[in-house]
Each structure stands twice: as structure tokens, then as C-alpha cells.
């Protein structure tokens, strides 16, 4: 098995990085969070899984191990395969994931597109002793609310989500952290 890959970045895509390892270059496929911060470097390091089909033999990359545990925490659920468990780190931050599996909040993994009421049921049920707390389990309503006000304003759900991603975890007031959101989106933030 392939556990980290580090080399310089020849493209990115929407999905994936191409990386030259040497007389090797590897496809690996990321969130879209990782593709834009390894887009702006030359060279990278990712913790990486291998998941091998009967078709084809894919790897995901990760920029933290926290991500990968996480990532392979989500497989171990029924019915989560590794585009699906992609597809969650791509919604929130993994304090925040964690925050809302010890906190049953099921509705929260619903906002991943083929992720339904009862499959987001089944990773919370699967996971939730398995997970422990986030460190943001006082933020996770917060965000929510933040999330829904940016779309509010007119924002996509991914731009929104793009953007508070992207404001410091320090900063836990829901207002500042929306104030901050609007700052990156382009807007005045007053």
C-alpha cells in the first residue's frame, strides 16, 4: 500500500492532482480544499490511501493524517465508498465533522450530494463512539446558521461552505465568523 506520496505538483483538476514522484507521476484524488492549496505550491507531501477494485486502483491524497483517519473511519460505514467519504471531508473541517457525529446531527452529513437521511444516520450511529468530540462541538450550530445566512445572501452552497472553511477557528462568535466568510467571498463584511 501506497501511506504518502511527495513530489512535485505537474496539474490539478477538479478531482484530482497529478504528482511526479520521480519517473513516476501518480493521480491522486483530493478535496477540493487540498487541490486549491497544493495548486498554489510547487512541490507536496500527502498522506494517502489506496483503495483497490475489481476495476481500477485509486488514491486519495490528504495535506493531514487527521484527514485520512477520518477518511478511513467513514469506509468502514456500509455503504460509504471513498468518492462518498471524499465528499464529506469536502463539506467541513474534521473538528467539525467529528462535532457533528457526537452530536447526532445526521441533517449536517445530508448536505452531500448521494448522501441521504438514512445513510448520514447510519455513519452517525456507526461512528459516533468511535469519533469522540470534535473540538468544535460549540461552533457546529453556529456554522450551520452562518452557512444558511450566506445563501441567504444569494452565495452558492459551495462557495459558502469554500469560504468558512477558510476563517480561523479561533474566531467562534457566529457573527464574526460570518463577517470574516463575507470578507473572502468579496463582500464588506460591515
Not at 33 to 57: C, F, G, P, Q, Y
Request: net charge neutral; no cysteine; hydrophobic share 40%.
Amino acid at each position: 500500500m501506497i501511506g504518502r506520496i511527495e513530489g512535485s505538483i505537474i496539474e490539478t483538476g477538479t478531482e484530482y492532482a497529478l504528482i511526479n514522484t520521480g519517473k513516476i507521476a501518480y493521480i491522486v484524488f483530493a478535496t477540493p480544499d487540498t487541490l486549491s492549496k497544493i495548486s498554489k505550491i510547487k512541490n507536496t507531501t500527502l498522506w494517502t490511501h489506496l483503495a483497490v477494485r475489481e476495476t481500477a486502483m485509486d488514491l486519495y491524497g490528504f495535506l493531514e493524517k487527521e484527514e485520512l483517519e477520518l477518511f478511513r473511519l467513514l469506509l468502514s460505514v456500509s455503504g460509504i465508498g471513498p468518492k462518498s467519504a471524499l465528499g464529506i471531508l469536502s463539506i467541513a473541517t474534521v473538528d467539525t465533522l467529528k462535532s457533528a457525529v457526537s452530536e447526532e446531527n445526521s441533517a449536517y452529513l445530508t448536505k452531500v450530494s448521494g448522501i441521504g437521511r438514512k445513510t448520514a444516520q447510519k455513519i452517525v450511529i456507526e461512528l459516533k463512539d468511535k469519533i469522540g468530540t470534535g473540538s468544535e462541538a460549540s461552533a457546529l450550530k453556529g456554522d450551520e446558521d452562518t452557512l444558511e445566512a450566506l445563501v441567504a445572501m444569494g452565495y452558492s452552497l459551495s462557495e459558502s461552505r469554500k469560504a468558512l472553511r477558510e476563517v480561523s477557528a479561533k474566531i467562534e462568535n457566529s457573527n464574526e465568523r460570518l463577517r470574516e466568510a463575507l470578507k473572502l467571498l468579496g463582500g464588506s463584511g460591515k
